[in-house]
């Protein structure tokens, strides 16, 4: 019988999320559009994507993408990769320094982390991928590698937010069938939909650790992208990896 492999010592999580501004898109695009699929320039979303590893201080090849189409498919990386994954909505990777990139402009970027297993996910989730369960699948693919709820953290990142977010009753229902924190009403009294309290309570009721918003809504923030509020427009990126091992303390 082979031994047990040992845990690995804990890790520093890092988590980034994007916002428009410093990039060399143009409009409507402007300015730092990280999307390659909107019908933005593709040297100046290239460009983007350099100066978001750099800033990162990481090789841009490190950077995993997604070719995001509103499922549950989740893929776990252990190193970089040429192009995006195709029909994947979810990354989990325990490689150290590989940023794991989802793409955003209303959905949900959620960002998951188990520093204790060495686990890190990004997650992108949207009304369809809350109804389907993308983020348990995700949680599922963390376990398979030793992750924990108990010791996993979730940040929501910013999102379209319940008073903005207008849908029609029956689409309301569907979602609150797996979330019914997500239905509420919209600040005109319409049914609505607030993904990230939808979010919050599955993963508070999957046992995490813990669970943090960035309150931000992308409709009401002009400095964030929004396809509802602009239609043609650009994506800014929740990012996270694993950076080095945190610090250990010896007991007096």
């Known amino acids: 019988m082979s031994p047990t492999p040992a845990a690995p010592p804990a890790v520093r999580p890092r988590r980034v999320v994007t916002d428009r501004r410093g990039g060399r898109s143009r409009p409507p695009y402007d300015t730092f559009d990280l999307g390659d699929h909107v019908g933005d320039d593709p040297a100046d979303v290239a460009a983007n994507r350099a100066r978001l590893a750099r800033e990162l201080a990481v090789p841009g090849d490190r950077l995993v993408w997604m070719q995001q189409v509103h499922g549950t498919g989740v893929a776990v990386v252990d190193g970089p990769v040429e192009a995006p994954l195709p029909a994947t909505d979810a990354l989990v990777t325990r490689t150290p320094g590989l940023v794991l990139c ?4 209303d959905c949900v970027p959620v960002l ?9 996910a990004a997650v992108h989730a ?4 809350v109804r389907q369960g993308v983020v348990p699948a995700t949680l599922a693919a963390m376990a398979r590698l030793g992750s924990r709820p108990a010791d996993t953290t979730a940040l929501l990142g910013p ?12 689409m309301q229902a569907e979602v609150a069938r797996v979330a019914p924190a997500a239905a509420v009403r919209t600040r005109t009294g319409t049914p609505g939909l607030d993904l990230r ?3 919050a309570e599955l993963m508070t009721r999957a046992g995490l650790a813990q669970v943090v918003h960035d309150p931000r809504c992308t409709v009401e923030d002009r400095r964030l992208f929004s396809h509802r509020r602009d ?22």
């Open 231 to 252: 239609g043609v427009t650009g994506r800014q990126a929740g990012v996270t990896w694993l950076g080095c091992p945190l610090p250990t303390t010896t007991a007096p």
């Open 102 to 105: 989802v793409l955003v402009a």
């Open 159 to 170: 999102a379209v937010c319940g008073a903005c977010y207008e849908v029609p009753r029956a």
């Open 126 to 129: 949207g009304r369809e991928g």
């Open 197 to 199: 309290a939808g979010l």
């Open 112 to 120: 998951l982390a188990d520093p204790v297993a060495g686990v890190v």
